[in-house]
């Protein structure tokens, strides 16, 4: 159960370096983590969390 608490903690803290910073490679980090976390540790999860995660990125940056 800790170990899922400290991944939540990770994966807040790249959704928010994801907002700040607004960039593809952190936003596919985040959304893979993200995804990762929400599906169980689903691999089609982790990639659909990460191109989610790219794609909001990238708009950011703009």
Not at 4 to 31: E, F, K, N, P
């Amino acid at each position: 159960m800790r170990n899922r608490s400290v991944m939540g903690v990770i994966a807040m803290a790249l959704a928010l370096l994801t907002l700040t910073a607004g960039c593809t490679l952190g936003g596919a980090a985040a959304g893979g983590v993200i995804g990762n976390e929400a599906t169980n540790h689903s691999a089609v999860g982790t990639v659909g969390g990460a191109v989610a995660g790219g794609i909001i990125g990238h708009e950011l940056g703009k």
